[in-house]
């Protein structure tokens, strides 16, 4: 516990936590944001939402994105850092099983898809059809650094990455 | 810029404790960002000229309307006026998985397709239409010859300019990619309950784009149907 405690106070996890989940959630918020139909019918995929009443699922697609995109602006710019944080891993814990779900359920429908690692699907998450495997793995990666955005107690590298921000 | 300036440097063993406590600080944070998200979110849907999502609307209907349940077993080419015009060639119905949508399978497709471009060539129409329920790009890189466009997601916005080529066809073919694509089969659904067309009329060939090309059918590339 002493070092992740020395390793925080550095500051540089918490800067590298705020770096990758502040433009991963900026760039695949934005994609979101250009295409929300994309968005709608690739979260319908998952089959975890019901469409009826039709505004439940189709709120989720109008405001999501730009909640992702909020949340990246206040991890970059430092206002409302851990508010940020803890949204982006109630998302990101929200996401991951379901990422899980749709590979799981989509293993066997295709001569190709043969497990879980051979399948590659469109998550929703703004980057189209990819390999499932990876995308578990950079979520889970994500998870943890937005966690550490959540409970770090460092107070270096905690303001505004951007001048005159935060 | 990056560090703060007030609490530098950093002190492992008592530094001060930047962590709020959940409600006095970590939610009120988490409910401005939702509340600001949410309207900024619709507001920016309401302006948006392309795309935007009808939050009333159920993009997603899958079982038709329960006439056409009743329907869906019969040759259509029996019913109506339909019959009248070429009982001959009326399509038959691949499979049936009980949700009332009425299925063409390649083959009947093509035989759909093949008289249809014969009725055009001969007397300039048809009773025999395929809507195209993709994207327009999708659409202009190429489509069967002769199907309109009525993107699914925006047909509210659209079928006012082809309702009056729908409610002449007999024959109402609804496509996509095929595959893994659902939206001619929500299409075909809206077709019947939302735009009140007859149930009788409209099929969907599961098969799509992929399977026509695959098959070394025609496809048209660009806006024109032909």
Redesign the interface.
């Known amino acids: 516990m002493g070092s992740i405690?020395?390793l925080d106070?550095?500051?540089f996890p918490l800067?590298l936590a705020r770096l990758a989940v502040g433009i991963t959630f900026l760039y695949y918020g934005a994609q979101k944001?250009a295409?929300?139909?994309a968005f709608?019918?690739s979260i319908?995929?998952y089959n975890l939402l019901p469409?009826?009443p039709?505004?439940i699922?189709?709120?989720i697609?109008?405001?999501?994105?730009?909640?992702e995109v909020?949340?990246a602006g206040?991890l970059l710019s430092g206002i409302?850092l851990?508010?940020?944080a803890?949204?982006t891993s109630g998302m990101l814990m929200a996401f991951t099983p379901a990422i899980y779900l749709l590979g799981s359920s989509l293993v066997g429908t295709k001569p190709e898809f043969q497990s879980l690692c051979d399948v590659i699907a469109d998550c929703g998450c703004g980057s189209g059809a990819i390999p499932v495997c990876p995308k578990l793995a950079t979520n889970c990666v994500l998870l943890v650094l937005s966690v550490w955005a959540l409970?770090?107690?460092?107070?270096?590298?905690?303001?505004?990455?951007?001048?005159g921000v935060g | 810029m990056l560090d703060n300036p007030e609490t530098e440097p950093p002190l492992p063993a008592d530094q001060p404790d930047p962590p709020r406590s959940l409600c006095g600080g970590i939610l009120p944070g988490v409910f401005a960002i939702l509340l600001i998200s949410m309207g900024v979110g619709f507001a920016a849907n309401s302006i948006r000229e392309d795309g935007s999502i009808n939050l009333k609307r159920n993009y997603f209907n899958k079982e038709a309307v329960s006439s056409v349940s009743g329907t869906s077993e019969q040759d259509p080419g029996d019913t109506g006026a339909a019959a009248d015009v070429d009982s001959g060639d009326s399509p038959v119905i691949a499979e049936d998985p009980d949700d009332g949508i009425q299925r063409l399978n390649f083959e009947e497709a093509q035989d759909n397709f093949i008289t249809g471009e014969e009725e055009f060539e001969a007397s300039g129409e048809s009773i025999y239409l395929f809507v195209d329920a993709r994207v327009r790009d999708q659409y202009e890189d190429g489509h069967i010859p002769g199907a309109i466009w009525l993107y699914h997601y925006e047909s509210e916005n659209l079928i006012d300019e082809v309702r009056s080529e729908l409610e002449m066809a007999f024959f109402i073919i609804v496509y996509c990619n095929g595959g893994d694509c659902e939206d001619s089969l929500h299409l075909s659904v809206d077709l019947m309950s939302l735009y009140n067309l007859p149930p009788e009329n409209i099929y969907v060939y599961e098969g799509g784009l992929d399977e026509w090309k695959e098959r070394g059918m025609p496809v048209t590339v660009g806006s024109e149907r032909r």
Not at chain 1, 61 to 67: H, I, K, N, S
Not at chain 1, 155 to 160: A, K, L, P, S, Y
């Open positions: 405690r020395r106070a550095t500051g800067l944001i295409d929300p139909i709608l019918k319908e995929a469409t009826e039709s505004w699922i189709n709120g697609a109008v405001v999501l994105p730009w909640t909020l949340c206040a409302q851990r508010s940020a803890l949204l409970v770090s107690r460092s107070t270096r590298f905690r303001g505004g990455l951007i001048p």
